[in-house]
Each structure stands twice: as C-alpha cells, then as structure tokens.
C-alpha cells in the first residue's frame, strides 16, 4: 500500500483558504480510492471528503460541502484538499488515507500518518 505524507496546514484567519497536499511514495497510487478525514481535540476523528482511483467521483461530508474540494493528481502521485471560506469548527489534524468508498460515511482502511494541523481563528 502506498504511504502517505501530509503537508500544508497552518494558522488562517476565519474565511481564508488552506490548500492541503497529500503526497504519497510508491506506484500503485491510482490503484487507491482515497479521503481527507480531521479529528479536533477531544473528538472522534471524522470524515472529511473521499474521491475514486480515477477522480471523476467525488464525496464530502454535510459540514464540508460547497467550502472544500477534493482532487488528485495521479501522475504526480498527490491528494489535495483545497478548503474555502474556513469556519473555526474546521480546526482539527487532517490526516489523508486509503478509503472503503461503499461504507457510509467512507472508511479510512491504511495506516494513519502523521497529519497537518490546520487552526482557523475566529
């Protein structure tokens, strides 16, 4: 199974913007259907947006939709999530991952990294 590296998270005023990269070693990349997920302190960690081997299906979470996309870029071998007009609910790790798109909401299935801290200030 491919790793996983996130990057980019950061401190942002609330309504900015934050574009998270998922970077990931290894050539079976688009073999993997793939997800965002976020856990703020003190809570479960949660599903984010989901999107399939070859990008054309996309998935998000009530909480999300409409504010971030989720994209893939299977030649470089690399997950994004560009996050809009971002809430202070939004504060959270985000953590990328393999996912069981016909579970509801989609599973994570791999191994969970290390994450990027993303803290929104009102």
């Known amino acids: 199974q491919a790793q996983l590296v996130e990057s980019g998270g950061g401190l942002v005023q609330a309504g900015g913007s934050l574009r998270l990269s998922c970077a990931a070693a290894g050539r079976t990349f688009s073999s993997y259907n793939l997800g965002w997920f976020r856990q703020a302190p003190g809570k479960e960690r949660e599903f984010v947006a989901a999107?399939?081997?070859?990008?054309?299906?996309?998935y998000y979470a009530d909480s999300v939709k409409g504010r971030f996309t989720i994209s893939r870029d299977n030649a470089k071998n690399t997950l994004y999530l560009q996050m809009n007009s971002l809430k202070p609910e939004d504060t959270a790790a985000y953590y990328c991952?393999?996912?069981?798109?016909?579970?509801?909401?989609?599973?994570?299935?791999?191994?969970w990294g290390q994450g990027t801290q993303v803290t929104v200030s009102s």
């Open positions: 991952n393999v996912v069981i798109l016909l579970a509801t909401p989609p599973l994570g299935s791999g191994s």
């Open positions: 999107i399939d081997r070859s990008g054309g299906s996309t």
